[in-house]
């Protein structure tokens, strides 16, 4: 340690004819405080070692924080854009798609063929208009006469209703074992009822096909038909075809598990306050709805069955896995949506928070399930051929291996591909081996949106009674129309028929086999 002597002077104290801080201090006892400093400076140099290890730990707790912000803003915002999407402004001039830009082309798909309104097959009524003396367009009046007709044919309804009153007039017979008189129904009567079968078979069309209130169905026979009662009534005669209805509901639920291929999906519904679940299993030509409180393995097999012996398509939810199907094929388009919105939200990430491997990655995703299922359209236009859909199936998934081989960096996404490489991938191609499976769950979302509609309408039920009625009804009427049936129809069946007649009525008549030709000369 240098000596007070070696130290320079004007170094220690700047001021050269003596420093006002030492003027009456011992230059011994200066000299000790400086010893006795020296002794200190490792102390300082490891605080200031601590305090900068603490600033550097502050700095990346910070860097980490703003990552985060990032990310939940990019969520909220997300998910706020699928909840509240804006409005679509109409293209100009200076905005046009060009050649460069693509743009979906307003209107009906490329080749997607016209509707037009069949003409009527019956003419009720024919009205001749006379030739105009003067032009309609130009007020001019040296008009020639012209031989053509013009035709314009019109439909339109006749507002005419009215109640019909009808008065059964009973034979009756006493029964000495009853010790009573009995008759028998009337055809088209139902014993003890004031309204008739038609008026409820309307009420309740109006209600599970229309999504109408109870309150504007009392509204509206009130004012087209004069026919007056309260909404609690309505609200009966629900529950009258519920109770005709539930032998064909059970019997549904069999038919159900009965099939090779079966859509299932479920989405909420608010009942007394709580949340519901409103479960859906079907296909092309049956429909069946359950209302549960629970969204687990067990609801599913109240549906489906503990052991289903078909193939089920369906999303990855856990609770289909307790039905035990013989098959599974994961809905493509639910694994598109999920990249799709992964997508929006990395793209709203900046600075060290952006990822632009994982925002590829998305949209390579999306690019692929597109490519799969137009594969699976290409395979099911003319005849199926399992070597080809088998070879493209083994192909594609070495392609989606392919695609997940790099870890990302943001965590949602790192999450996703590993689904993608995980359990799932097995189920993401089974439309491929099994030649009548689609590959996406379309036909149980579209199944599910008259509920979701009615679920705004109505929001939601108060009662079990109300589950029910919304389970059987639902499902019956839904049945009804797939089966080529009128639902209208087939509740006035319901509600004035036995319940084998009613079953009948329900599905349509099984093609007739044809006869083996003889094999004799």
């Known amino acids: 340690m240098p000596t007070f002597a070696d130290l320079d002077y004007d170094f220690v104290c700047p001021y050269r004819n003596g420093c006002p801080y030492l003027e009456g201090l011992s230059t011994s006892w200066v000299f000790q405080r400086y010893k006795e400093s020296g002794f200190h400076v490792g102390d300082y140099e490891a605080q ?46 200076a905005t046009e798609c060009d050649s460069s830009t693509r743009c979906k082309k307003r209107g009906a798909p490329v080749g997607h063929p016209p509707w ?23 007020q001019h009046s040296e008009l020639r006469p012209v031989q053509e007709l013009h035709e314009h044919v019109q439909e339109d309804i006749v507002l005419a209703p009215r109640t019909v009153v009808t008065s059964f007039q009973h034979q009756q017979g006493y029964c000495p074992h009853c010790d009573k008189n009995v008759h028998l129904p009337g055809p088209g009567e139902m014993p003890g009822s004031y309204i008739g079968p038609a008026a409820k078979a309307t009420a309740t069309y109006l209600r599970y096909q229309l999504n109408v209130p109870d309150r504007k169905i009392s509204r509206f026979f009130s004012d087209f038909f004069g026919l007056h009662f309260v909404p609690a009534s309505a609200y009966g005669f629900e529950r009258q075809a519920v109770r005709r209805g ?44 359950h209302l549960d409180e629970h969204r687990s393995t067990e609801a599913a097999q109240s549906v489906l069955g503990d052991r289903f012996d078909g193939t089920i398509v369906a ?26 919105e992964l997508a929006q939200e990395l793209a709203l990430l900046q600075g060290s928070a952006a990822d632009p491997k994982a925002l590829e990655f ?27 859909a088998k070879r493209k199936a083994r192909q594609l998934r070495r392609q989606l291996r392919r695609l997940c081989r790099t870890p990302l960096h943001y965590p949602k996404a790192e ?55 919304h389970s059987v009804l639902r499902s019956l009427f839904e049945t009804a129309r797939r089966q080529g049936k009128k639902p209208h129809q087939f509740f006035l069946d319901l509600l004035t028929k036995t319940t084998a007649q009613a079953q009948a009525a329900l599905y349509r008549a099984p093609l007739k086999a044809k006869p083996r030709p003889s094999m004799r000369c």
């Open 315 to 340: 999303d990855a939810f856990a609770s289909y896995k307790g039905v035990h199907p013989k098959d599974w094929q994961s809905c493509l388009a639910h694994i598109k949506r999920k990249a799709k």
């Open 415 to 469: 999450t996703f591909r590993k689904r993608l490489l995980g359990p799932e991938q097995k189920h993401l191609f089974t439309c491929f081996r099994r030649p009548n499976v689609p590959p996406t769950n379309n036909q149980a979302e579209r199944s599910l949106r008259p509920v979701v509609i009615m679920r705004k309408v109505v929001q939601g039920t108060r009662s079990v009674h109300g589950l029910e009625n």
């Open 48 to 93: 200031l070692e601590g305090l900068s290890q603490q600033l550097d730990d502050s700095d990346r707790r910070n860097k980490a924080l703003e990552t985060e912000l990032q990310q939940v803003k990019a969520q909220l915002h997300a998910l706020h854009r699928r909840q509240f999407k804006g409005r679509r402004t109409a293209p100009t001039p």
């Open 246 to 289: 539930l032998p064909l509901y059970e019997d549904l639920r069999q038919k159900i598990r009965a099939l090779p291929t079966v859509h299932a999906d479920e989405t909420s519904w608010r009942h007394d306050g709580q949340t519901y679940w409103v479960w859906y299993a079907g296909n092309d030509e049956l429909a069946f709805f």
């Open 116 to 138: 037009q309104r069949p003409k009527p097959a019956r003419i009720d009524q024919v009205v001749v208009v006379p030739a105009p003396q003067t032009c309609p367009v130009c």
């Open 362 to 388: 998305c949209h390579k995703v999306q690019a692929f399930v597109h490519d799969a299922c137009q594969a699976h359209h290409r395979l099911g236009r003319g005849r199926w051929r399992a070597k080809s």
